[in-house]
C-alpha cells in the first residue's frame, strides 16, 4: 500500500555521471589507455531529473487496485473473527448444557440409587413368601433397572461434558496446551512469542460433579 501511495508522487532523481576518452590507431591499447588522463582528460556531469506522468493513471489504478485488496482482506479477517467468535460462544453454550446435564443426571442416579437400595432392604426384612413380597420383588426389580438406566445416562453425560470441554479448548486455540502436548518442530528465536509467568489456563464456565462423589454410586 504505501509503495502505490508513493507511486502518485512525483519522482526526482539525482544524476551523478563520469567518463574518460582516449583514442589511438593500430590497436595501440596502452597509449589510448594513457590518453584518457592526458588528451582526452576525465569529464564529469551532475544533474537533477524530475518526472511527473501526465495524469498518473498508471499509478493511481494501482494505488486503487491496493486499497481493494486492503478491504478484501479486512472483510475477510473481520469475517474470520466473526465466526471464531460465533464459534467459541456456541461451545461454551455447550459447555454450559453439558455440565447442566450431568448434573441432572447425577442427581437421578442418586434418587434411583436410594430408591432400589430403599426396595431393597423392604424385601430383605419383609417375613415370609407371600403374595405382597413377590409384588415387592418386582418392584425391586424395576427400581434396579431404573437405577442402571440412569447410571448409563450419567455415563452419557460424563461423556458428553468431556466432549463439550475438548471443543471449546479447539475453539480457543488451547487444546494442545490443555492435553500437555510438545511439538517437535524447531522455532526461530526472532519470532518466538515471550509468555508471562502470569499465564493461566482458561478455565470452564462451570465446573464438573466433585469425582468424589461418584464413589458413593453403585452399579
Given at each position: 500500500m504505501g509503495v502505490a501511495c508513493n507511486d502518485l508522487l512525483p519522482k526526482l532523481d539525482l544524476v551523478l555521471e563520469t567518463y574518460l576518452t582516449g583514442l589511438k590507431g593500430d590497436f595501440n591499447i596502452s597509449q589510448a589507455w594513457v590518453d584518457q588522463f592526458s588528451v582526452g582528460e576525465p569529464s564529469y556531469t551532475a544533474g537533477f531529473v524530475f518526472e511527473v506522468p501526465l495524469w498518473r493513471q498508471q499509478a493511481k489504478s494501482q494505488h486503487l487496485q491496493r486499497t481493494v485488496e486492503l478491504r478484501r482482506l479486512l472483510n475477510k479477517f473481520e469475517l474470520t473473527v466473526d465466526n471464531l467468535r460465533a464459534e467459541?460462544?456456541?461451545?461454551?453454550?455447550?459447555?454450559?448444557?453439558?455440565d447442566r446435564n450431568l448434573r441432572s443426571q447425577y442427581h437421578s442416579l442418586q434418587a434411583a440409587n436410594a430408591d432400589a437400595e430403599y426396595l431393597k432392604r423392604r424385601w430383605e426384612m419383609l417375613p415370609g413368601h407371600d403374595r405382597s413380597s413377590s409384588f415387592l420383588l418386582e418392584d425391586l426389580i424395576d427400581a434396579q433397572d431404573r437405577r442402571a438406566e440412569a447410571e448409563q445416562a450419567f455415563v452419557t453425560a460424563q461423556v458428553d461434558h468431556v466432549m463439550s470441554l475438548t471443543k471449546l479448548n479447539r475453539s480457543t486455540?488451547?487444546?494442545?496446551r490443555q492435553e500437555h502436548v510438545d511439538m517437535p518442530f524447531e522455532t526461530d528465536p526472532l519470532l518466538e512469542v515471550p509468555v508471562s509467568d502470569e499465564?493461566?489456563?482458561p478455565q470452564a464456565p462451570s465446573q464438573a460433579v466433585d469425582p468424589s462423589l461418584l464413589g458413593e454410586t453403585n452399579s
Open positions: 467459541v460462544e456456541t461451545a461454551v453454550r455447550y459447555v454450559e448444557t453439558a486455540g488451547t487444546i494442545l499465564y493461566s489456563e
